[in-house]
């Protein structure tokens, strides 16, 4: 157990959908991360927060959005899904407060969309 | 841009047969080179960091080593658990955050 929670486990929603994930660090963690995994493009870098402000930005969908919340929990907005959005979403976490920080994943959100 | 890639795809061993993943990196300044464990449907769980050349890392039957270009996991001895895809992953230094850049892993199977 890497101390990372995400929620829910399992979404299934329809095209155009909106849904929100959510994810809380590792207590003490200030970093928060979020990846998408799908089949042919592995594991893929969204953003990343550090204490509630937006630190790096990867390959993020204009439609997809993130915030981190005071307590430092956060999450990923997911807005007029596509079938192609369809994928595992892992939220990691760091401490932050060092220059190399080792990453600890969650267990998951498994994305579809129909 | 920071690219990662791993060989084999996938990789099927015999319990008790040693060999190696491989994981070449191509990265303007590197931070840190880590290495993961998957099991399906399961969050990758961390299991080095490397951060120079010559570095050597070992936790029970896995040992990684790092040089220039590329990252070797070594598995001595592997047990059928051993099972997982196993993936590598970059940080560079001119990225503003700690993003990683990950390569598509090797499935490993560890047949008794």
Known sequence: DSG??????????????????????????LSVYWYQQSLDQGLQFLIQYYNGEERAKGNIL?????????DLHSELNLSSLELGDSALYFCASSSG?????????????RLTVT | ??????????????????????????????????????DPGKGPEFLFTLYSAGEE?????????????ESFLHITA????????????VQAWDNAGNMLTFGGGTRLMVKP
């Open chain 2, 57 to 69: 890392k070992e936790k029970e039957r896995l040992k990684a080593t790092l040089t220039k270009k």
């Open chain 2, 1 to 38: 841009e920071d690219q990662v890639t791993q060989s084999p795809e996938a990789l099927r061993l015999q319990e008790g047969e040693s060999s190696s993943l491989n994981c070449s990196y191509t990265v303007s300044g590197l931070r840190g080179l880590f290495w993961y464990r998957q």
């Open chain 1, 97 to 109: 407060t060092s220059v190399l920080d080792e990453q600890y994943f969650g267990p998951g959100t």
């Open chain 2, 78 to 89: 592997p047990k059928p658990e051993d099972s997982a895809t196993y993936l590598c992953a």
């Open chain 1, 62 to 70: 204009e439609r997809f959005s993130a915030q981190q919340f005071p």
């Open chain 1, 4 to 29: 990372v929670t995400q929620t829910p486990k399992h979404l299934i929603t329809a095209t155009g959908q909106r849904v929100t994930l959510r994810c809380s660090p590792r207590s003490g963690d």
